[in-house]
């Protein structure tokens, strides 16, 4: 278990220097991520069509706050470990591993698509992040991950099958059905 002293409202960690390096690299590249998927999620909200679609926009918002409320405490736990934290949105820029998408317009069927993967992408990047902190020993900051994957894991289903329960409620022709459930199948 780790342990830690507070000492002049700093923390003074009891991992060798490597580890907490290690540790809070790790965590500091997972912040920028979780802040890259919130502001993602936050502008398909903003850009989701309001006719037809606006049903998914308190899904996304949300889903937003839900991503951003573990941001703190990543940010935190990295400032307890001895490590340096985000300083901007370019240093989120340059970490982040998800894709940021600037296109001009995108149907509703392209964001939900596009979020699942991006959450089915953070969830592997929270399990890779918490075997850091178990090589470590830091399960301190491993109880964290058990929730965070559980949630992340959550939204990608919830944004799958609130894409499916749209469709079978829009009446349709059978061609453009075969359409939009083809679309339905690139969210699995």
Same mark, same amino acid.
């Given at each position: ?8 409202? =700093? ?6 220097? &490597? *580890?907490?390096?290690?540790?809070? /690299?790790?965590?500091? #590249?997972? $912040? @920028? ?60 820029? =340059? ?6 998408? &600037? *296109?001009?317009?995108?149907?509703? /069927?392209?964001?939900? #698509?596009? $979020? @699942? ?72």
């Amino acid at each position: 278990m780790s342990l830690s002293i507070y000492t002049s409202n =700093r923390v003074k960690s009891f991992f060798s220097g &490597d *580890a907490a390096a290690e540790i809070s /690299a790790a965590l500091t #590249t997972l $912040l @920028a991520d979780t802040f890259a998927l919130y502001l993602k999620t936050k502008s398909f909200h903003w850009h989701m069509a309001p006719t037809g679609f606006g049903i998914f926009q308190p899904l996304l918002d949300e889903q937003a706050e839900q991503i951003l409320s573990i941001t703190d405490v990543i940010a935190e736990r990295i400032s307890e470990l001895g490590g340096t934290t985000l300083h901007s949105i370019g240093h989120i820029g =340059r970490l982040q591993r998800l894709a940021d998408n &600037d *296109a001009d317009y995108l149907t509703p /069927a392209e964001m939900l #698509t596009e $979020l @699942a993967s991006d959450n089915r992408q953070l969830s592997s990047f929270l399990r890779c992040t918490r075997d850091v902190c178990d090589v470590h020993r830091d399960f301190k900051t491993a109880d964290y991950f058990e929730t965070w994957i559980d949630e992340a894991d959550g939204r990608t289903w919830f944004l799958i099958e609130a894409w499916r329960a749209h469709l079978r409620s829009t009446p349709t022709t059978a061609a453009a059905l075969q359409v939009q459930m083809t679309l339905s199948e690139r969210l699995i």
